[in-house]
């Protein structure tokens, strides 16, 4: 039996499924309850490539793409201040969408890594949950790493969908979900995720089959 899920708000985008639940520049929600569910969205991110509906090429394409998206990042003179490394950010590829997470001190910043994400051919789709925050510590990125490893945990062993098709990104307890599912696997594994103690919201980041 399946319990109804936690508040969900979004918007569409085509041609796929992915809703997030602000502005693409600015990526914090008002008025979320705890452990909620809403609809969106590389943080620390687990995938099995003989499970997953990707096939090998674009497996590998999306790990150039990645690859390439940080370097840039990196480098980029625009990003650097006088202050040093100020930036946090994460990128996850997933079948050409990217998906930005992480903290940056200055709006202008977000604007660029956006900027960078969007200038590549593949990118399929840009969604941003960069915070306009300063950098994470240490302790809140280990707890990101066990909430991780506890909801994959919980899916690969649910009997109700195949775990190993989900990919876990987490930043700041804010638990993120990637991969190609039915929209009842996607509701499931929601679920599964919401119920992690510790996890503040789930984002849902699917194209549906």
Not at 29 to 45: E, L, N, R, T, Y
Not at 141 to 162: G, H, I, M, P
Request: aromatic share 4%; net charge positive.
């Amino acid at each position: 039996m399946i319990m109804k899920l936690g508040r969900t708000s979004g918007i569409a985008l085509a041609p796929l499924l992915l809703l997030f639940c602000s502005a693409p520049m600015i990526s914090s929600c008002s008025s979320v309850p705890p452990a909620a569910v809403i609809a969106s969205g590389a943080g620390i991110g687990y995938v099995l490539l003989q499970s997953h509906t990707r096939t090998v090429r674009s497996y590998w394409n999306d790990n150039q793409l990645d690859r390439a998206i940080t370097r840039e990042i990196k480098r980029d003179s625009q990003l650097l201040t006088v202050a040093g490394d100020v930036i946090h950010v994460n990128v996850t590829v997933f079948n050409g969408v990217v998906l930005l997470t992480g903290e940056v001190p200055m709006q202008k910043q977000i604007a660029r890594i956006i900027d960078i994400a969007n200038s590549y051919s593949s990118s399929r789709q840009v969604i941003n949950r960069i915070e306009l925050a300063g950098k994470s510590n240490l302790n809140s990125r280990a707890n990101d790493v066990l909430l991780t490893t506890q909801v994959r945990a919980s899916l690969l062993d649910s009997e109700y969908l195949n775990g190993h098709k989900i990919k876990v990104v987490t930043e700041r307890a804010n638990v993120y979900l990637l991969g190609i599912v039915t929209r009842h696997e996607s509701d499931i594994a929601a679920e599964i995720a919401s119920s992690v103690s510790g996890v503040v919201r789930v984002v849902k980041v699917f194209e549906y089959l």
